[in-house]
């Protein structure tokens, strides 16, 4: 039995993995559940699912979740950072599913707990990624892709040689302003954005999907978890998400790793690993494709992509800024209080004021974090 300590319960990953663990309870139980705000859902859950931990984003909360259990439940109801720290460290895995930064201090603290993470947070690498990975070989943890895309180049590196592989080939859907014209891109609403071509996804990771943001984010998590420089990282766009990524190798062979567009394989490959679940998932319909295409990445209607790679290239406390500048951007155009082309827009703005800090600590990374908020902040105001 591998118990799990699942930090975002109440999102996409969060829900998906809970599916998994109902379709296998002799293989897995719960130990916490840790989400912000959605308190319903969350009490649902604990009755299903019995953690000993649950925890939420602050003591109002945590009393209000309070009362929507029976006196009978024994869960302990924590909040706040420290609750989500505690939560890390129950179990024998935990699960990253929790959105921005806020994944990056939990995985820390389950990384020295000993445990090993299914990371579905992408922004704890972004941020801290030499960090992170030195801290995990240290302590032995394993560190098992739940991105879709990362998740694929994992089994495409599967059995082979590092030393024999050429690129990474990190596919895009390119969400659903592909085709659109640079010159609409001011009318774009948060609802025409939040309506992704292929999956189903939470609001924020959705419109990163849309300004190729989280393509740009997922290079950098791929150059931390597979250990290779972004100039071997190349993004094709394809638009029918079925090749979920590549690998190509020195003899111009190329590894996919294919599927339907669901987030349950690569969830479920990362708690299983090495073995495989019967998930009977259905296999794609190849015999009924009008056709699997591909195109380079328009980074001129798509700046976020470039501004990533930059931020790649140049390491330190820049990608820690990209990210928080991302964040409170992407949140402001879904309370409507920016348009689409502002998001790279102040995103740009605050790269190009910050002085970068080479080899930071994790003091200065989380300094970078709050400065580069505030800078936006007041962009906003």
């Known amino acids: ?16 993995t809970l599916s998994i663990v109902k379709m296998f309870p002799e293989r897995f139980a719960v130990s916490a559940l840790a989400a912000k705000e959605n308190v319903a859902l969350l009490a649902e859950q604990i009755g299903q699912f019995s953690p000993e931990i649950a925890v939420v984003f602050d003591e109002q909360r945590a009393a209000e979740l309070k009362k929507r259990l ?22 024998d895995m935990v699960v990253t599913a929790v959105s921005g930064a806020a994944g990056l201090l939990p ?41 879709s895309e990362h998740s694929a180049i994992f089994q495409c590196l599967a059995g082979q040689r590092k030393e024999d592989m050429d690129k990474i080939l990190l596919t895009a859907s390119g969400g659903p302003f592909l085709n659109r014209p640079k010159q609409e891109f001011a009318d774009i609403k948060p609802e025409d954005a939040l309506r992704h071509p292929t999956w189903q996804m939470g609001k924020k990771i959705t419109i990163d999907s849309a300004t190729l943001m989280n393509k740009g984010l997922e290079v950098i998590e791929a150059k931390w978890l597979f250990n290779v420089s972004q100039d071997r990282i190349e993004v094709v766009v394809h638009p029918q998400s079925i090749i979920h ?15 339907i567009p669901d987030m349950k394989g690569a969830i479920a490959y ?29 980074t001129n209607k798509f700046p976020c992509l470039a501004l ?15 990210n928080a500048a991302n ?32 080899n930071p600590s994790l003091s200065d990374i989380l300094e ?3 400065l580069a908020r505030e800078a936006v902040e007041t962009h906003l105001t």
């Open 327 to 358: 964040e409170v951007a992407v949140y402001a155009f879904l309370n409507h209080r920016i348009s689409f082309p502002d998001i790279p827009a102040m995103i740009e703005k605050v790269m190009e004021r910050h002085t970068v800090i080479r």
């Open 1 to 16: 039995m591998k118990y799990l300590s699942i930090l975002g319960s109440t999102g996409s990953i969060g829900r998906n």
């Open 270 to 298: 990362a708690l299983s690993w090495p073995e495989r679940l019967p998930l009977k998932q259905p296999v794609p319909d190849f015999a009924n494709m009008t056709g699997l295409t591909f195109q380079k990445p328009d």
């Open 308 to 322: 990533a790679f930059k931020a790649c290239e140049q390491g330190g406390t820049l990608p820690a800024v990209l």
């Open 70 to 91: 029976p006196a009978t439940s024994h869960v302990e109801i924590l909040y706040g950072e420290e609750g989500y720290e505690t939560a890390a460290i129950q179990g």
């Open 368 to 370: 970078a974090d709050r």
């Open 107 to 147: 995985t820390l603290a389950a990384i020295d707990a000993g445990k090993d993470i299914a990371l579905a947070n992408k922004e704890t690498l972004v941020m801290a990624g030499e960090i992170v990975m030195k801290r995990a070989a240290e302590k032995g943890i394993k560190i098992l892709p739940v991105d």
């Open 245 to 259: 990524s590549m690998v190509a190798y020195k003899d111009g062979s190329v590894i996919a790793q294919l599927g």
